[in-house]
């Protein structure tokens, strides 16, 4: 006997279906509530089911809907439904599957799949059977409903189809799918191809076993007239480029020749899956072999895919010019992600390299569209062509940069900016003439075009800083600062960023103009509106990062840190502005060192504030997950960042803040959290608190020191970065009382020095935090010299003479002191890494040179002439020079 609903109890459900499409929140909350008390009835999922697959009476809307609410509650407990209801819920979707409306068939697929993907595909052994078998109805609407449902449960389940969980299926379906690539319906073949589409990058057996079939089936498909079909040709051909390339290269001419004319399809989703396919051949090995003899044609079409399309100016609201008086919309703003504090050692002749700076800037159209495809395929290309790429561009460029309509003109700036990386070289000659038209460009009446020009600009700012500051720099910072002011909110925020960039790249030429650029910076705080308050912090941390303690004048502190302050009263401790704000202080701190002093005890209380109420609602949310929420960590990772801050800037001031807190406490807490960037964290502030007020930290060593040893896995790189910093730091406070705890830490780090593919930071970490080790506990410590001198000294010779090196130094050679034989073997590489000082202290010296001399005397003069035979050229004369040897 089949399940029929009660007449009431159908009216009912059908009433709270109309109720939840109203608008109104208050009729929301009812509906919420009555689904509660519905959800207690085990058959009112068999009503839902029946109002979707039985009511035809309904409009579809409201069928569909039925079957929404059904799927949500198949997500959140379909194990509880009682038998009979699942059967019956089952068994009407595959009836059903074929219904005469679209919407109801792509429902009844999404409740499918739902049902497959909780665990159900096992369970379920006719489902897959019966779908396929539906592909071969006559009926139009069962065949597409049927693919449909499997196109779905091929994107869900794709990894459990290719197991040996179900028998494999797909050995029976890629065979039945490519069957259906010549169906006469367009819907089915797009069907087809996006089932087959699933299985490629994961590299599907039975998918490899018929890949030439695939292959020739998607070239007969090439000139589809369904765009749907063309672009998944296209994603097809895109996928098999990565996965498959030795099958594609025979026709690589061909399929070059095609997606240059797919590039241009006058529908843009097939002309964006298509501009995929020019990013994934240029990190393929064959691209500069393949491409070069096309460059001629790709390059024209990469850089007209670049203009803003007539609905991107519509969506971007191109035609508004002042807009900075208007509130930003909440939505508008992107959830921002706090990167933890990672300890680092500087090394010879290093630039910061921000990897976020790639790419266009237009990121309110955050959608990938065919403009920011045609910008980053450019991008790559410059980078595997370099300068080859220039005489398809520059007779183009010429044209665009200086064309009378903004629209065409904004494409070639954009063009300049993502050539920029690629092609510097060969743009050299062009620059001092393109940098002041540029910088002309910055008060050009259209604000797309003034915010365009912020971003090619910041491409080029190490050029800029590289020439005298009066040629480019100083015009270039005066029209950037005007644009920080500008009216319109995009320029503000693309001035502000392209600030950022050049402050990394000017450093310290910034410091004649600080007091001109704080007076725009503060203004612009009076200025903006909430989603670019975000990025104005950005650019005054990055101030304070780039220009150091040149900062730390009364006149700059009396500028910069009222408003930062009144911001920071402003803040309530539970929002997510902090974060940005706090970074920025954190910079501004270290930037201001003892100038920081009078505005330090508020910011420090309300970050151990931040730091307690965040571990006291975790306790509660572990203790309690039903009744309370799970606190968001990112507000203590973020403040004790701050705080490590604090600590390196104020150095021995911190002293009475931590004296006063229970900051020693908490940390204890937070160095055993779940969540590796709070230990992650806590290790570098364990750290910043050894090397300003070691006293406080003295007490809890004991404690301290297992946590640390168990944190020296590398599986969580920066945390064990940090802990290994962290315990170098304290070995040099404690001296030899270190002793009790060698143990705890030493094979963990050796092992980690001897790894492969250990992160060239880690390893660098690992070597100084040893060398102090074996300073403080050379008896514990040497023994073990022969396991680890050789990665040591290679670890070590790319470093800059520091403090951190030069503590380490000392206690390799306190080490061979104590066991001469465990260097023998290596010796070569004690010579190469000594060689790597430039100007090491007077004493250190010494010790170098008797360790060299010692070495020497003890071999023998024509052992040592063998032996240094081995040396390149440079390390020998380098130590002839300074050691005589």
Known sequence: MDWQPDEQGLQQVLQLLKDSQSPNTATQRVVQDKLKQLNQFPDFNNYLIFVLTRLKSEDEPTRSLSGLILKNNVKAHYQSFPQPVAEFIKQECLNNIGDASSLIRATIGILITTIASKGELQMWPELLPQLCNLLNSEDYNTCEGAFGALQKICEDSSELLDSDALNRPLNVMIPKFLQFFKHCSPKIRSHAIACVNQFIMDRAQALMENIDTFIEHLFALAVDEDPEVRKNVCRALVMLLEVRIDRLIPHMHSIIQYMLQRTQDSDENVALEACEFWLTLAEQPICKEVLTSHLVQLIPILVNGMKYSEIDIILLKGDVEEDEAIPDSEQDIKPRFHKSRTVTLQHEEERPQDPDDAEDDDDTLSDWNLRKCSAAALDVLANVFREELLPHLLPLLKELLFHPEWVIKESGILVLGAIAEGCMQGMVPYLPELIPHLIRCLADKKALVRSIACWTLSRYAHWVVSQPPDMYLKPLMTELLKRILDSNKRVQEAACSAFATLEEEACTELVPYLSFILDTLVFAFGKYQHKNLLILYDAIGTLADSVGHHLNQPEYIQKLMPPLIQKWNELKDEDKDLFPLLECLSSVATALQSGFLPYCEPVYQRCVTLVQKTLAQAMMYNQHPEQYEAPDKDFMIVALDLLSGLAEGLGCHVEQLVARSNIMTLLF????????????????????????????????????????????????????????????????????????????????????????????????????????????????????????????????????????????FRGICVMIGVNPGGVVQDFIFFCDAVASWVSPKDDLRDMFYKILHGFKDQVGEENWQQFSEQFPPLLKDRLAAFYGV
């Open 669 to 808: 807490q937070c160095m055993q959290d779940t969540m590796p960037e709070v230990r992650q964290s806590s290790f570098a502030l364990l750290g910043d608190l050894t090397k300003a007020c070691f006293v406080h930290v003295k007490p809890c060593i004991a404690e301290f020191m297992p946590i640390l040893g168990t944190n020296l896995n590398p599986e969580f790189i920066s945390v064990c970065n940090n802990a290994t910093w962290a315990i170098g730091e304290i070995c040099m406070q404690m001296g030899a009382e270190m002793q009790p705890y060698v143990q705890m830490v030493l094979n963990n780090l050796v092992e980690i020095i001897n790894r492969p593919n250990t992160p060239k930071t880690l390893l660098e970490n690992t070597a100084i935090t040893i060398g102090r080790l074996g300073f403080v506990c050379p008896q514990e410590v040497a023994p073990m010299l022969q396991q680890f001198i050789r990665p040591w000294c290679t670890s070590l010779r790319n470093i800059r003479d520091n403090e951190e090196k030069d503590s380490a």
